[in-house]
């Protein structure tokens, strides 16, 4: 029984798996292959997959910054937006998480307890009040929008506090003895130690960030301050019928997030499957 | 990280405990664990208790951004949603509707097929890292990247999908994205193919964590492969099933992106789901109070199903 289905389970396991790395590679393939072709081979029937000719005028028009459609203004809003948004919650997080993990003060589970209760709210819930909110500081239609209202999520806080509680007391008792206040032991001890942890958070508050669709869409108005993924749907707009200039769009906005992906893949998709168990 | 690590050379006089061995001294100032919660709370504050709050007294006002006033006007806004002649009441269930279907339609797909995708990669295998990275690519894209491609992919006239249907003889110019059922194929379709990896890598972490020999017990009393998944996989998942479950769940509720930019809600406002209607309402229409009431129905719908749930899976695995 085992022997005869393990020939056949070999080969129908590889077959599956090619299959699947099929469906999941072709598209993305098509996009970048698409981008680089010009728009008469974009459409032409039966299609091909190498450009013919081969071109990167597809890219062209998103380098034009005085046009509707400012590809390198929305390049560079989203790596502010995105790097700004990460950086505010690493550090943020971390001060918070280090107080919750390591001191001793009243009313500690209360915050606590407050902050990971609000891990279970629907984030649309927040939509409608935090545009008024937003709009009453004055920062519609700016960066800040986009930077400072996520920062208040508990993710990072409660991730970071799990981490926290898990490094060695030894080295922190040490630094206590040689005189060091909490902040040094905090800046000179806990975040060395949890320096994976720290740069994963920061990575996936970048992707986050970097991929948030709805938020940018409805409080940014200019198409100056758009982002990335705001921008590509008025970018789909305006060359409704050139494929060549909208999958160049969609390469540029990809490629960021998939090369920081490959060099934090292995911590990015252990603290997915980590969070899973939690549940 | 710089930034934190940088400027910390302080003198040490600020700490003003002393510490001596043996005895439980404080070890920091009364203020100290409130100056690193402070930078964090205010966000939180702001943007989180704050809105929670803000939300509900908005879902209570006739609320027109841009009118100067902005009424009391008590459960207006939710007895308009509940009673048939209501003026949003139509658009707010059709729109509940279209995400209902969405969910009963994706949430089956995104706990089974990601199942066999995990159960495939639990294997040991030469290049199993290389293959979890690329089920997992599409979820690192943006909703924005996935929907123009999906929706170039899809186009009738000039789509790859349509124009390989054509190769295979199959009748082609399917309306994949303005006639139904096709609309909900494409949406749920492009879903599966988008977030998947997210759910196979749970489950994976959840496979890596049933002992090796609950399998080999198995074996000796004589179970096929098909009784070994039925008796020690599916029973070693379940809490790792019902966390995808929720999870899958409240992500399928939220959708918007796809139905925004591939669909753009067609044919009529049939995928029109309830997030895109509670934007447009709240924040192209600025009627944030019937908008927040909205919001406010959807997430009790959506916490009596987490409880049904939690109830089943409870249920489920009390008797076995």
Redesign the interface.
Known sequence: MRSRSSLLGRSGFWIAVALLTVVFVAPLLWMLSTSLKTNPDATRQPPSWIPDPFTTSGYQPLTNLTSQTPVVRWFLNSILAASGNAALIVVTAALAAYALARLDFPGKRFFFGLIVGTLFIPAFLFLVPNYLIIAKFGWLDSLWALILPSAGGAFGVFFLRQVFLSLPRELEEAALLDGANQFQIFTRVVVPLARPALATLIVLSFLTNWNDFLWPVYVLFSPSNFTLPAGLSILQGAYTTNYPVIMAGAVVASVPVIVLFIAAQRHVVESVARSGLKG | ?A???SG?E?P?E??PEV?S?GHRIA??G?A???L??A???V??????????V??IW?SLHDYD?LLPNKPWVGLANYQDLFSPGGRDAGDFWQAMKATGIFTVLSVPLLMVVPLA?AL?LN?S?PGR?F????????Y??????VG??????LDPN?G?VN?YLD?LGIHRNLPWTTDLPWAWVSLVGMTV?WTLG?NA??Y???LQ?IPPDLYEAAEVDGAGRWQQFLHVTLPGLR??L???L??TI?NS??M??QS??VTKGAPGNETRTA?ML??ET???SFR?GT??AM??V??VV?LLVSLLNFRLFRIRGESS
């Open positions: 990280m930034a934190v690590s910390v302080r040490v600020s700490e510490l061995a070890r920091h009364k100290t664990p409130y690193f919660l930078p964090f709370l966000l939180f504050a702001v943007f989180i208790v704050a809105p929670a803000y939300g908005i951004f995708v495939l294997r295998f890292t293959f979890r990275a690329v089920f997992f690519t599409p690192v894209l943006g909703v924005a990247v123009l491609l999906w929706r170039y992919l000039i790859l124009s190769q193919w997210f890598i749970i994976l972490a959840g964590d809490p790792v019902l966390f995808v929720t999870v409240l509720a939220n918007f992106g925004f930019l997030i509670i934007a709240g924040m192209r944030m908008a927040a919001s406010y959807l997430a959506l």
